[in-house]
């Protein structure tokens, strides 16, 4: 199995990105999707998540900016960022819960990451 994430880059302060995140592999089912964030000399941090149901939960420093959605049918998942501020500015990494066959098992799956920068 693996995650490809793409869509980051440098956007001034205030304007919009959207990331994309897509699995492919031996993938029999996707539980919950997330995006996590990592900027220099500080901890890893969950952005936004969403369940296969489509319920999704947001840090409390992106809602109302960020929105996460899926598309089960292609396995992907997208963040669309608004209203971008600089501390926003991080290495982007998508996170899966994926359940593969044979055998059927359940592991986390990490992308490579892929950095949002927001500066003037």
């Known amino acids: 199995v693996q995650l490809q994430a793409y869509g980051g880059g440098l956007v001034q302060p205030g304007g919009s990105l959207r990331l994309s995140c897509a699995a492919s592999g031996k993938i029999v089912s996707i539980n919950v999707m997330g995006w996590y964030r990592q900027a220099p000399g500080k901890q890893r941090e969950l952005v936004a998540a969403?369940?296969?149901?489509?319920?999704?939960n947001y840090a409390d420093s992106v809602k109302g900016r960020f929105t996460i959605t899926r598309d089960n049918a292609k396995n992907t998942m997208y963040l669309q960022m608004n209203s971008l501020k600089p501390d926003d500015t991080a290495v982007y990494y998508c996170n899966s819960r994926i359940t593969t066959m044979p055998p059927p098992r359940i592991d986390d799956y990490w992308g490579q990451g892929t950095q949002v920068t927001v500066s003037s």
């Open positions: 969403i369940t296969s149901a489509g319920s999704t």
